[in-house]
C-alpha cells in the first residue's frame, strides 16, 4: 500500500512539475514534491523520466477512456457522427478532468510533452486503453476523405498538437479565473477551432517569388 501511495504521489508532483516547469525539470524536485527523501526513487519506480512520463499519461487514461467511450455510444445511439460530434467524445473528458474532478494541471503537462513518444507513438493507439482515440481518429479520417489523402493525414497528425496547446489554455484561463471550469460556451469553442484546423477548405494559391 506504501508503495503504490508513494507511486501515486509521485506521478502527482511529476504531473504538476513539468506541466509548470517542463520535461526537463530535475527528478530530484519531482522526489522532493512527493516527499520522497531519497533521490532515486523516481528510478526505483518508474526506470527514467521517459518512465514517469509515460506513467502519467497512463494514470489518467482510465478517467478518459471511460468516458469518450460512453459518449461514442451516446453518439451512435443518436446517428451524430460527423467531425464535430467525435471532437466532443475527444475533447470534452479532458475538460471534465478539471470541472468535475479538480485535476488542473494535466492540459498543461500534455502541451509540455507533446513531442514524446508517450503520446506521438503510432503504435499506442493498438493498446486496449486507447480504443476510444483509435476509434475517434479513424471515423475522422472517414470524416475527411473530400480532402487529399496526405492533406488529410496531416491535419490528423497536426490535431494532437494543436488540442494540447488550446486545452492548456484554457486550464491556464481557468486558474486565472479569466473563465469558469465548466464554461460549455468556452468548450464549444475550443471543438469549433479544431474542427476548422481539420476541415479548413484548400485554397489554391500563386506560387511564391
Known amino acids: 500500500m506504501a508503495v503504490t501511495e508513494a507511486r501515486e504521489r509521485i506521478i502527482l508532483a511529476a504531473e504538476q512539475l513539468i506541466a509548470e516547469r517542463g520535461q526537463a525539470v530535475p527528478l530530484r524536485d519531482i522526489a522532493a514534491a512527493a516527499g520522497q527523501r531519497n533521490n532515486s526513487a523516481i528510478q526505483y519506480h518508474f526506470g527514467s523520466r521517459d518512465g514517469l512520463i509515460e506513467a502519467v499519461v497512463e494514470h489518467r487514461l482510465a478517467t478518459l477512456e471511460?468516458?469518450?467511450?460512453?459518449?461514442?455510444?451516446?453518439?451512435?445511439?443518436?446517428?451524430?457522427?460527423?467531425?464535430?460530434?467525435?471532437?466532443?467524445?475527444?475533447?470534452?473528458?479532458?475538460?471534465?478532468?478539471?470541472?468535475?474532478?479538480?485535476?488542473?494541471?494535466?492540459?498543461?503537462?500534455?502541451?509540455?510533452?507533446?513531442?514524446?513518444?508517450?503520446?506521438?507513438?503510432?503504435?499506442?493507439?493498438?493498446?486496449?486503453?486507447?480504443?476510444?482515440?483509435?476509434?475517434?481518429?479513424?471515423?475522422?479520417?472517414?470524416?475527411?476523405?473530400?480532402?487529399?489523402?496526405?492533406?488529410?493525414?496531416?491535419?490528423?497528425?497536426?490535431?494532437?498538437?494543436?488540442?494540447?496547446?488550446?486545452?492548456?489554455?484554457?486550464?491556464?484561463?481557468?486558474e486565472a479565473g479569466r473563465v469558469a471550469a465548466g464554461d460549455v460556451a468556452a468548450w464549444g469553442e475550443i471543438v469549433d477551432m479544431l474542427a476548422g484546423v481539420l476541415t479548413a477548405p484548400v485554397v489554391e494559391r500563386a506560387p511564391i517569388r
Open 66 to 174: 471511460v468516458r469518450r467511450l460512453e459518449l461514442l455510444a451516446e453518439q451512435a445511439g443518436t446517428g451524430a457522427t460527423g467531425v464535430h460530434d467525435l471532437l466532443e467524445a475527444l475533447v470534452i473528458p479532458m475538460l471534465e478532468l478539471s470541472d468535475r474532478h479538480g485535476i488542473n494541471h494535466y492540459a498543461r503537462f500534455l502541451e509540455q510533452i507533446h513531442t514524446h513518444r508517450a503520446v506521438t507513438d503510432a503504435a499506442n493507439l493498438e493498446s486496449a486503453r486507447r480504443t476510444s482515440v483509435r476509434v475517434i481518429m479513424q471515423q475522422l479520417e472517414r470524416e475527411l476523405t473530400d480532402l487529399p489523402k496526405r492533406l488529410r493525414l496531416r491535419r490528423l497528425r497536426a490535431l494532437p498538437t494543436v488540442l494540447f496547446a488550446l486545452l492548456a489554455d484554457h486550464e491556464r484561463a481557468v
